[in-house]
């Protein structure tokens, strides 16, 4: 039974809920379909962001280089299209996961080959990264009126009802589906944070898994880079200032254990919607934009404090007795 | 994972005292902050002046403050993201009584307070709670840094009283200010408490080994607790002195300081797992990256340039000396 209706995910998508029925018993506008929907498209970047760094987390990495990686390859791409407005979309969005997975394949390599501490490499490699778009950039702005229309329209662009910006999303959640759960790399992402030691028993190179995690994250940083500069229609140094914040807020809100190994695509989904929700809300409601930053800190907290009481090891009693003793 | 099938030299005799002074991180350290100071000079007319030199100085000793405790805190094996958050909060609290007419005196100790209490919030959770230090700095991070945008929205405090300049804009004795004479202060202090006192064996023990430290009756939560307070209560008092300096609060405060703390303390040879580290080592650090920055700075190089070369500073550091060990690894086998 627990196997079927994981306890986690239920509670965070029970809290979701309660939340949607607290803010439509004051606004009933909010939970209208389309509304819901345009929720769903506003957090989209940060549901593709949060899987990619799901895999990093659950290999005991840390990527906080994702937001100056989005905002690198999406200056890039944006003076790429300023520079060649007739380059097809497709050809440019090819770029952005490419320059993304270069990037995150730098991380990669120092983590896998040099054995640097992932969360100084990526500390690093944000303010390089961030340094980087003031260089070829100039400290210039990529305005709407420079790009061409094809770019900026392509994430507006409705299929079936959504936008093509939440396709983006829910084709990412599905290949992640079947990535953790049926593939070999995914397992091997599971094995490498559950018990390195006994991934390398099992054969698994633990060093390479953690790099392409790192590659994977990048790549997705450099689609979302795409997909953020296009629907906003601007790029400049700052976009997304502090957005890996809210990255592994939605993980570690999703039940993805810090300490690597515990996690689910369905967690780190429900702890991005999570964010989302309170981020669309709270105008509503009529708080200050300015609770954000407050409030996923808090929601960061009180996620961490929750999932480690769910899931303490009980194997190390003798330990935990010589602690209450002292 | 290469440690264990790596085998071990067990050399005949230890290296001569001079010998290990001399080729320690802290010599190559003081090597490279020579070596900075004379290009400097040869780079920019400049440079050699006292009063340059003695302005160049505030690039780091806010900095620095928080270094020594961030290194301690290190060498125990946590971290504390949190520490450019503690600044803004703690500003936006004095920024706050001032509204409500505190006089120089309270609002230091107001700092303080709020600096030592932040500190407190996250040693709870890391030791009380046992949650692991990064991600629990990393959403106090967020968590404090937000308050200060939720008291101050995109508003700010200023007017502070005259006399509470002084701590980052006055000056002791011709061009030594007073940042320099605590940041002189706080690195004796911590260097006594890291080098001479039980405290700080203690302190190497739980880095290097917190399960065997706690056996041997150190009491590890509480150790890790306190240096979590002294974090805090150096973020506090790094918050005095630029809220002095600057002379205005806005919730924006020292963004990204964090970052520039802990490459201080890695460039000073602390090693990031723990264990390792000194605090002669973080001075030199502070003034290499002070020595750079403002070097940079004469030289007409924008901020954000620079945090490029100190993110390269921060992963070169540690990089340089393992490819060094991997190539002479090489040459052996």
């Given at each position: 039974?627990t196997?079927?209706?994981?306890v986690?995910?239920?509670i965070?998508?029970?809290?979701?809920?309660?939340?949607?029925?607290?803010?439509?018993?004051?606004?009933?506008?909010?939970?209208?379909?389309?509304?819901?929907?345009?929720?769903?498209?506003?957090?989209?970047?940060?549901?593709?962001?949060?899987l990619g760094?799901?895999v990093?987390?659950?290999t005991r990495?840390?990527?906080?280089?994702?937001?100056?990686?989005?905002?690198l390859?999406?200056?890039?791409?944006a003076?790429i299209n300023?520079?060649?407005?007739?380059?097809p979309i497709?050809?440019i969005?090819a770029?952005a996961?490419l320059?993304?997975?270069?990037?995150g394949?730098?991380?990669?390599v120092?983590?896998?080959?040099?054995?640097?501490?992932?969360i100084?490499?990526t500390l690093?490699?944000?303010?390089?990264f961030?340094?980087?778009?003031?260089?070829?950039s100039?400290?210039?702005?990529?305005?709407?009126h420079?790009m061409?229309p094809?770019?900026?329209?392509?994430?507006?662009?409705?299929l079936?009802?959504?936008?093509v910006?939440?396709?983006?999303?829910?084709?990412?959640?599905?290949?992640?589906?079947i990535?953790?759960?049926?593939?070999?790399f995914g397992r091997?992402?599971?094995a490498?944070?559950?018990?390195?030691?006994?991934?390398?028993?099992?054969?698994?190179?633990?060093?390479?898994?953690?790099?392409?995690?790192?590659?994977?994250?990048?790549?997705?940083a450099?689609?979302?880079?795409?997909?953020?500069?296009?629907?906003?229609?601007?790029?400049?140094?700052?976009?997304?200032?502090?957005?890996?914040?809210e990255?592994?807020a939605?993980?570690?809100i999703g039940?993805i254990?810090?300490?690597g190994?515990?996690?689910?695509?369905g967690?780190?989904?429900?702890?991005?919607?999570?964010?989302?929700?309170?981020k669309?809300?709270?105008?509503?409601?009529?708080?200050?934009?300015?609770?954000?930053?407050?409030?996923s800190?808090?929601?960061?907290?009180?996620a961490v404090?929750?999932?480690?009481?769910?899931?303490?090891?009980?194997?190390?009693?003798?330990?935990?007795e010589?602690?209450a003793?002292? | 994972?290469?440690?264990?099938?790596?085998?071990?030299?067990?050399?005949?005799?230890?290296?001569?005292?001079?010998?290990?002074?001399?080729?320690?991180?802290?010599?190559?350290?003081l090597?490279?902050?020579?070596?900075?100071f004379?290009?400097?000079?040869?780079a920019?007319?400049?440079?050699?002046?006292a009063w340059n030199l003695s302005?160049?100085?505030?690039?780091?000793?806010?900095?620095?403050?928080?270094?020594?405790a961030?290194?301690l805190l290190?060498?125990s094996?946590?971290?504390d993201?949190?520490?450019?958050?503690i600044?803004?909060?703690?500003?936006?609290?004095?920024?706050l009584?001032?509204?409500y007419g505190?006089?120089?005196?309270?609002?230091?100790?107001?700092?303080?307070?709020?600096?030592?209490?932040c500190?407190?919030f996250?040693?709870?959770?890391v030791?009380?709670?046992?949650?692991?230090?990064i991600?629990?700095?990393?959403?106090?991070m967020?968590?404090?840094?937000?308050?200060?945008?939720?008291?101050?929205?995109?508003?700010?405090f200023?007017?502070?009283?005259?006399s509470?300049?002084?701590?980052?804009?006055?000056?002791?004795?011709w061009?030594?200010?007073?940042?320099?004479l605590?940041?002189?202060i706080?690195?004796?202090?911590?260097?006594?408490?890291?080098?001479?006192?039980?405290?700080?064996?203690?302190?190497?023990?739980i880095?290097?080994?917190?399960?065997g430290?706690l056996?041997?009756?150190?009491?590890?939560?509480?150790?890790k607790?306190?240096?979590?307070?002294?974090?805090?209560?150096?973020?506090?008092?790094?918050?005095?002195?630029?809220t002095?300096?600057?002379?205005?609060?806005r919730?924006?405060i020292a963004?990204?300081m964090e970052?520039?703390?802990?490459?201080?303390?890695?460039?000073?040879?602390v090693?990031?797992?723990?264990?390792?580290?000194?605090?002669?080592?973080?001075?030199?650090?502070?003034?290499?990256?002070?020595?750079?920055t403002?070097?940079?700075?004469?030289?007409?190089?924008p901020?954000i340039?620079?945090?490029?070369?100190i993110?390269?500073l921060?992963?070169?550091?540690?990089?340089?000396p393992r490819?060094?060990?991997?190539?002479?690894?090489?040459?052996k086998?």
């Open positions: 039974m196997r079927l209706i994981p986690r995910e239920t965070l998508g029970g809290a979701i809920l309660v939340l949607l029925l607290l803010i439509s018993s004051r606004f009933s506008g909010f939970v209208t379909p389309t509304n819901l929907a345009n929720v769903f498209n506003d957090t989209a970047p940060l549901i593709i962001l949060a760094q799901m990093v987390i659950l990495c840390i990527d906080l280089s994702v937001a100056a990686n989005l905002a390859t999406g200056m890039a791409v003076m300023v520079a060649m407005p007739g380059l497709p050809v969005i770029i996961i320059l993304g997975a270069i990037m394949a730098i991380n990669g120092l983590v896998w080959k040099l054995a640097i501490p992932p100084v490499v690093g490699t944000m303010t390089i961030r340094g980087i778009i003031f260089l070829i100039d400290g210039k702005w990529v305005n709407s420079e061409s094809a770019f900026t329209d392509y994430p507006r662009m409705v079936l009802g959504l936008p910006l939440s396709w983006a999303a829910i084709i990412t959640i599905i290949l992640f589906g990535m953790m759960a049926r593939t070999q091997s992402i599971f490498v944070g559950g018990n390195p030691h006994a991934a390398i028993y099992t054969g698994i190179d633990v060093g390479k898994t953690q790099f392409w995690a790192f590659v994977v994250s990048g790549a997705l450099g689609l979302t880079g795409y997909l953020w500069v296009s629907r906003f229609a601007v790029a400049y140094v700052d976009i997304a200032g502090g957005f890996e914040l990255v592994v939605a993980c570690v039940g254990s810090i300490a190994g515990v996690g689910s695509v967690g780190a989904v429900l702890g991005a919607i999570f964010l989302g929700v309170v669309n809300a709270l105008p509503v409601v009529n708080i200050s934009p300015f609770w954000q930053l407050a409030i800190g808090s929601a960061i907290l009180i404090a929750f999932n480690a009481r769910a899931g303490r090891n009980k194997g190390r009693i003798i330990l935990k010589a602690e003793t002292q | 994972m290469t440690d264990a099938t790596q085998t071990r030299h067990v050399p005949d005799r230890l290296n001569s005292r001079a010998a290990r002074i001399f080729k320690s991180w802290e010599a190559l350290l090597a490279v902050a020579i070596a900075i004379v290009i400097n000079s040869f920019s007319p400049y440079f050699l002046s302005d160049a100085t505030f690039n780091f000793t806010e900095k620095a403050m928080i270094a020594f961030m290194a290190i060498i094996g946590e971290i993201l949190s520490v450019a958050s600044i803004a909060l703690a500003s936006t609290a004095m920024g009584a001032l509204q505190a006089g120089t005196p309270e609002l230091v100790i107001i700092g303080l307070t709020v600096g030592v209490l500190g407190a996250n040693g709870f959770f030791t009380g709670l046992g949650l692991p230090s991600v629990v700095t990393i959403g106090t967020s968590l404090f840094r937000g308050i200060s945008f939720i008291i101050l929205g995109d508003d700010a200023r007017g502070y009283p005259a509470f300049s002084w701590f980052g804009q006055g000056y002791i004795y061009v030594f200010t007073v940042e320099m605590l940041f002189v706080i690195a004796i202090i911590y260097g006594v408490l890291l080098h001479k006192t039980n405290f700080g064996r203690a302190v190497y023990a880095g290097n080994n917190p399960t430290a056996f041997s009756g150190i009491r590890v939560a509480r150790v607790f306190i240096l979590f307070l002294l974090t805090g209560l150096m973020s506090g008092i790094a918050a005095v002195c630029l002095s300096r600057l002379g205005s609060t919730p924006s963004t990204g970052l520039e703390v802990v490459t201080m303390v890695v460039l000073g040879g090693n990031i797992l723990g264990g390792s580290g000194t605090i002669p080592g973080v001075v030199i650090a502070a003034f290499v990256m002070g020595l750079v403002f070097g940079l700075g004469l030289l007409n190089v901020g340039v620079m945090s490029i070369f993110g390269l921060l992963i070169g550091v540690i990089a340089l490819l060094w060990s991997m190539a002479a690894a090489g040459r086998s």
